[in-house]
C-alpha cells in the first residue's frame, strides 16, 4: 500500500488511490441510471468506476513508455494521472499522454462490442449478464472518451489543444484554446441543462468557469512568460533556497522580478519571494509582496503566509478576510482562532467570541483566551459571558 493509502503497483512506478467522493459518485451515478433497481445501480457504477481506471491506466502506460513512474487519483469528478518527472514530455509525447485515456476507452469499448458480436453465436451458453455487463462498457466507455476529447480544460482534448496551439502560437495559442474552451464549455452546458442532466449541465459549467478564468489569467501573460531562459529561473530560485543558499535565492527573484516586468513568471516569482520573506521573519518585505498580489489565486499557505503579515503589520481587515477564506479550506482550531485575533484586531467582540466558540469546540488550549492579543474585547459582555459558560 503506497503512504496516502493507494495501492502501489509494478514496484512503486504507479501508485492509484481513490478518494471518498469518487466512490459517492459512482455510487449515484449507478442510482441514477440503474432507475431504482438495486442490481442495475450497482452494475452501472461498478463499471463507470472501471471504465475512468483504465482511462487513467492508459494515461500511466504512456508515463510508464516515457520512462517516469506515475501517480493515478480516482475523485469525484473522474480522476487525475500525474507523471513524476514532467521533464520527459515534449509536445508531442505530451500529446499521447492526453491521448492516451481516451485511445485506452475507446478500445475497451471495441473489446466488449466484439465479445457481443462473437458472443451471439454461443449466446445459449453465455449467461446474459454478461452481455449486458459488455453493453454497459461498450456505452460508458464511448462516451466518456468522446466527452474527454471536448476541447475543454481539465478535458483531455482541452489539454490537447492547449498545449498543441501553445507550442505553436505561444501565448497567443493558449488564449485561444481558452476562448475555445469558453465557448463550447458554456454551450454544452446548456445542451445538457436543456436535455435534463442537470449533473452534466453542472460539470460543464464549472469546466467553462475555469476556462474563463484561465482566459482572463493568460490576457496577463507577456513575452517573458515563454522565455524559457526566465522561467527558469523559478525552479533555481527553488533549488538555492533547498540547499538553504536563502540570500542567493532571494536574490535570483528580486532580478527576475525585475526582468519580466509583469506577466505569470513576475508574478510567480513575487508570490515565491513573498513566502521566502516571510519564512526569514522579513514581515515588511512579504506584506509589501503580498499586497501586489491577487488573493484569490493564492494558494493555501501563501494565504496563511499573508494572513500571518497582515495581522502583524495591523492590517486586521485583511488578516480577517483572509482567516475566513483559510477556515473554509481547512477548518481547525488553528485558523479558527487566528480569524479570532484578527477579529479581536478590530475590536469586534461579537465575531472574536463567533470564532474562538468554533476554536474551542474543535480542541483549541484553552490557556490561548488568556492572550493580551484579546484584551481590546476582553471587557466586552459577548467575551465575559463566553468565559463564564465555559466555566
Request: glycine share 12%; with cysteine.
Amino acid at each position: 500500500m503506497a503512504s496516502n493509502g493507494g495501492v502501489r503497483l509494478m514496484g512503486g512506478k504507479l501508485t492509484v488511490s481513490a478518494e471518498p467522493f469518487f466512490w459517492l459518485m459512482m455510487a449515484l451515478l449507478g442510482a441514477s441510471l440503474g432507475r431504482g433497481d438495486l442490481r442495475e445501480s450497482v452494475m452501472w457504477g461498478a463499471v463507470i468506476g472501471l471504465s475512468v481506471l483504465m482511462h487513467e491506466l492508459g494515461h500511466a502506460a504512456v508515463c510508464l513508455a516515457s520512462g517516469t513512474g506515475a501517480d493515478i487519483v480516482l475523485h469525484g469528478f473522474g480522476g487525475a494521472t500525474r507523471p513524476r518527472d514532467a521533464s520527459k514530455f515534449g509536445t508531442w509525447r505530451m500529446a499521447a499522454l492526453d491521448l492516451g485515456g481516451c485511445v485506452t476507452g475507446f478500445a475497451v469499448a471495441a473489446a466488449a462490442l466484439g465479445f457481443l458480436y462473437a458472443g451471439g453465436a454461443y449466446k445459449p451458453l453465455i449467461p446474459p449478464l454478461a452481455f449486458r455487463i459488455a453493453k454497459m462498457l461498450v456505452a460508458v466507455n464511448v462516451g466518456f472518451s468522446l466527452f474527454n476529447l471536448l476541447p475543454v480544460s481539465p478535458m483531455d482534448g482541452g489539454k490537447l489543444i492547449s498545449g498543441l496551439l501553445s507550442a505553436r502560437w505561444g501565448v497567443g495559442g493558449r488564449r485561444a484554446a481558452h476562448a475555445l474552451g469558453l465557448a463550447l464549455g458554456a454551450g454544452v452546458a446548456i445542451w445538457f441543462f436543456r436535455d435534463g442532466s442537470i449533473y452534466g449541465a453542472f460539470i460543464c459549467a464549472a469546466m467553462a468557469a475555469g476556462e474563463g478564468r484561465a482566459l482572463k489569467r493568460s490576457l496577463s501573460m507577456t513575452a517573458a512568460d515563454s522565455d524559457e531562459t526566465l522561467t527558469g529561473e523559478l525552479p533555481r530560485a527553488a533549488e538555492l533556497w533547498e540547499k538553504k543558499r536563502r540570500e542567493e535565492a532571494i536574490a535570483v527573484l528580486v532580478a527576475l522580478r525585475e526582468k519580466a516586468g509583469a506577466g505569470l513568471t513576475y508574478e510567480a516569482a513575487t508570490l515565491q519571494l513573498a513566502l521566502y520573506t516571510y519564512l526569514l521573519n522579513r514581515a515588511e518585505e512579504s506584506y509589501a509582496m503580498f499586497k501586489a498580489l491577487s488573493e484569490s489565486d493564492l494558494p493555501a499557505d501563501a494565504k496563511h503566509a499573508y494572513a500571518d503579515v497582515a495581522y502583524r503589520k495591523g492590517d486586521f481587515e485583511t488578516a480577517l478576510r483572509l482567516g475566513r477564506t483559510n477556515f473554509h479550506d481547512e477548518p481547525g482550531p488553528q485558523t479558527a482562532a487566528s480569524a479570532a485575533l484578527a477579529a479581536a484586531g478590530l475590536a469586534d467582540a461579537r465575531e472574536t467570541v463567533q470564532w474562538l466558540k468554533t476554536a474551542v469546540r474543535l480542541g483549541l488550549d484553552r490557556s490561548e483566551l488568556s492572550a493580551k492579543e484579546f484584551d481590546a474585547v476582553r471587557a466586552s459582555d459577548e467575551f465575559r459571558e463566553f468565559i463564564a459558560g465555559l466555566r
